[in-house]
């Protein structure tokens, strides 16, 4: 059963910088698609990114493309979110996603999702 840990968020300067990981265990992470979501509190869930299995493919949010970076390592079985030139509003729990037979990215902002991590804080400070 695949297993998904978020971690790497934090307290940050706006412009400041973060690197959040999601390692993956019990599956590897080289079949599937991985989704990053952010909530913030009285917020609607909101799509940031999304990596193909193999890393050929990115997707992202209008809100943060240009200053997110999504990449993954299967070797290690982590996906990775570089996050630069932070804004008070990235404040949010991130979680990362996947889901069985899953593997291009496509409609990742509205498709369910079977596995998800118990999510990190980043806090931007104004």
């Known amino acids: 059963q695949l297993q998904l840990v978020e971690s790497g968020g934090g307290l940050v300067q706006p412009g400041g910088s973060l690197r959040l990981s999601c390692a993956a265990s019990g599956v590897t992470l080289d079949s599937y698609a991985i989704a990053w979501f952010r909530q913030a509190p009285g917020k609607e869930r909101e799509g940031v990114s999304c990596?193909?299995?193999?890393?050929?493919?990115?997707y992202y949010a209008d809100s943060v493309k240009g200053r997110f970076t999504i990449s993954r390592d299967n070797a290690k079985n982590t996906v990775y979110l570089q996050m630069n030139s932070l804004k008070p509003d990235d404040t949010a729990v991130y979680y990362c996603a996947a889901d069985s037979n899953y593997y291009f990215c496509s409609d990742y902002v509205r498709k369910s999702y079977t596995y998800w991590g118990q999510g990190t804080q980043v806090t931007v400070s104004s």
């Open positions: 990596i193909s299995g193999s890393g050929s493919s990115r």
